[in-house]
């Protein structure tokens, strides 16, 4: 099982991407993970199955939001206020997740692809 994961790009600090993660699988909690070179791959934002409550790493929070289309499986992060630093290969995983394990990777199951974001100075 792979998640599809798309919407990155390059863009220029200060602009805006929308990402999009489809999973051929329901009722799990998904997030969005993100990699830079030579970095450890870290949690993002995602959204638990059941509450739907958000989850937000304190560096993004006020700039991204996290959504999800239940119906359809996916799951959306909208980037705004790009900032260089935010550059990375970001990843997105669904799992049978509980609040206190959200932002550990190896609480999910199931990953895409990557897609890459690069935001220019």
């Known amino acids: 099982v792979q998640l599809q994961a798309s919407g990155g790009g390059l863009v220029q600090a200060g602009g805006s991407l929308r990402l999009t993660c489809v999973a051929p699988?329901?009722?799990?909690?998904m997030a969005w993970f993100r990699q830079a070179p030579g970095e450890e791959r870290e949690f993002v934002a995602g959204?638990?199955?059941?509450?739907?409550?958000?989850s937000y790493t304190d560096t993004v929070k006020g700039r991204f939001t996290v959504s999800r289309d239940r119906a359809k499986n996916t799951l959306y992060l909208q980037m705004n206020n790009l900032k260089p630093e935010d550059t990375a290969v970001y990843y997105c995983?669904?799992?049978?997740?509980?609040?206190?394990?959200?932002?550990?990777?190896?609480?999910?199951?199931?990953w895409g692809q990557g897609t890459q974001v690069t935001v220019s100075s």
């Open positions: 959204l638990r199955w059941g509450s739907g409550y958000p």
């Open positions: 995983g669904a799992g049978k997740v509980i609040a206190s394990t959200m932002t550990y990777q190896s609480a999910y199951n199931y």
């Open positions: 699988v329901s009722g799990y909690s």
